[in-house]
């Protein structure tokens, strides 16, 4: 069956580090791949998407990669700031499609 | 624009009654999804419209769930009767759809937190 993984533990980390979350699918042939951020009480705010024949995209601090061999997203986020605590959520569309289907989104605290 | 409007925020009700959750998309958007938020699933698809048209309903839990979509700035997710399990957040996001697939970008509501006592 198609899954999408994102680690269910909190990501911790130092201010001014880089925060690197991973997001790997399975029985998914994904057109593209998005990421979104989520805040507590609020809906998710897209980010950024990545082509199936794009290995890295960049937007000011984050940064995204994506592998159709290892079916794996990384998503990087440099010179972390408290302010960028919040749960991020990858989403896969399959060619074809427009319509996302979301992993569960990993949590990331940055300390101050 | 103001964004995805949903209402109720917050929604607190007794099993066996009915909820209504309410929608207002970005205008000109053409696509309407209703997703479904708890811990244990994350975010699940529950139905969605092109140009008010029910495409998939195939998300929808079960026949005391359903959507309308009466015109293109109003969509309703209508639960009856509702039951415990149904207490989750639920959002409501819509699209435009161009050329049939653009980059596919998700603009959500704030959602609407159903508790189900």
């Known amino acids: 069956s198609q899954k999408i993984e994102q680690n269910s533990e909190a990501l911790n980390i130092q201010e001014g580090k880089t925060a690197t979350l991973t997001c790997n699918y399975t029985n998914y042939s994904p057109a593209y791949l998005q990421w979104y951020r989520q805040d507590p009480g609020r809906g998710p705010v897209f980010l950024l998407l990545?082509?199936?024949?794009?290995k890295e995209k960049r937007k000011e601090r984050l940064k995204v990669t994506f592998d159709t061999t290892l079916k794996q997203s990384l998503f990087h986020i440099t010179a972390s700031q408290p302010a960028d605590s919040a749960t991020y959520l990858c989403?896969?569309?399959?060619?074809?499609?427009?319509?996302?289907?979301f992993g569960r989104g990993t949590s990331l605290i940055v300390h101050p | 624009d103001a964004g995805v409007i949903q209402s109720p925020r917050h929604e607190v009700t007794e099993m066996g009654q009915e909820v209504t959750l309410r929608c207002k998309p970005i205008?000109?958007?053409?696509?309407l999804f209703w997703y479904r938020q708890t811990m244990m699933r994350g975010l699940e698809l529950l139905i969605y419209?092109?140009?008010?048209?029910?495409?998939?309903d195939s998300g929808m839990p079960e026949d005391r769930f359903s959507a309308k979509m009466p015109n293109a700035s109003f969509s309703t997710l209508k639960i009856q009767p509702s039951e415990p399990r149904d207490s989750a957040v639920y959002f409501c996001a819509s699209v435009p759809l161009t050329g049939g697939q653009g980059t596919g970008e998700l603009f959500f509501g704030e959602g609407s937190r159903l508790t189900v006592l």
């Open positions: 989403a896969l569309v399959a060619g074809g499609s427009y319509i996302p289907t």
């Open positions: 419209f092109n140009n008010n048209v029910p495409i998939d």
């Open positions: 205008s000109g958007h053409n696509s």
């Open positions: 990545i082509r199936e024949n794009e």
